[in-house]
T-cell receptor, first 116, second 109 residues
Framework: GAVVSQHPSRVICKSGTSVKIECRSL??????MFWYRQFPKQSLMLMATSNEGSKATYEQGVEKDKFLINHASLTLSTLTVTSAHPEDSSFYIC????????????FGPGTRLTVL | QQPVQSPQAVILREGEDAVINCSSSKALYSVHWYRQKHGEAPVFLMILLKGGEQKGHEKISASFNEKKQQSSLYLTASQLSYSGTYFC??????????FGTGTRLKVLA
């Protein structure tokens, strides 16, 4: 159990376009979902915390208007990179937990975004 | 205030042991250890919640010294499958993870 999926797994887009990434918890209800960004050979950096039915909480330095997060249900959160630029190219990973607690987070397989 | 891991990288022969350390400048409530293969998502190894707690998972174990704000991951009799990048994920009063700087481990046959 505790499977998290992401779609798409890989996306290439032109500069200036918007890209939507979906994160789904397949066999459990995720009260909280997290979005991370990982540049090559670096650690995972938390971008935002997403709670179902409420606004996402963004980390310092992450632009809310550029990275739109929607947590429409207990099994789905989406991240939209608006007006993407080459510097947004990265590996985006979501995770989900059963509750807003210190429990294990279950990670999705990640989405590789390349902006040309 | 990203936790610092040491060493940054380590190369082992199959069967050798390794220790990876995670040190935080903030008080820690929990420490989570993950292993990530290239191009893949992190895979959960274990969580430590209490100061001084130790846990084991086959030949991989960890300790958590709450007072020192440190955790260590112990890999014994390493196998080829242990290769990857290890991250500690820490929480400090909230449920948000802050991941450490990472340790790249390569096990050679």
């Amino acid at each position: 159990g505790a499977v998290v999926s992401q779609h798409p797994s890989r996306v290439i887009c032109k500069s200036g376009t918007s890209v939507k990434i979906e994160c789904r918890s397949l066999d459990f209800q995720a009260t909280t979902m997290f979005w991370y960004r990982q540049f090559p050979k670096q650690s995972l950096m938390l971008m935002a915390t997403s709670n179902e039915g409420s606004k996402a909480t963004y980390e310092q330095g992450v632009e809310k208007d550029k990275f739109l997060i929607n947590h429409a249900s207990l099994t789905l959160s989406t991240l939209t990179v608006t007006s993407a630029h080459p510097e947004d190219s990265s590996f985006y990973i979501c995770s989900a937990s059963h509750t807003s607690s210190y429990n294990e987070q279950f990670f999705g397989p990640g989405t590789r975004l390349t902006v040309l | 205030q990203q936790p610092v891991q040491s060493p940054q990288a380590v190369i082992l022969r199959e069967g050798e042991d390794a220790v990876i350390n995670c040190s935080s400048s903030k008080a820690l409530y929990s420490v989570h250890w993950y292993r990530q293969k290239h191009g893949e998502a992190p895979v959960f190894l274990m969580i430590l919640l209490k100061g001084g707690e130790q846990k084991g998972h086959e030949k991989i174990s960890a300790s958590f010294n709450e007072k020192k704000q440190q955790s260590s991951l112990y890999l014994t009799a390493s196998q080829l499958s242990y290769s990857g990048t290890y991250f500690c994920g820490t929480t400090s009063g909230t449920y948000k993870y802050i991941f450490g700087t990472g340790t790249r481990l390569k096990v050679l046959a």
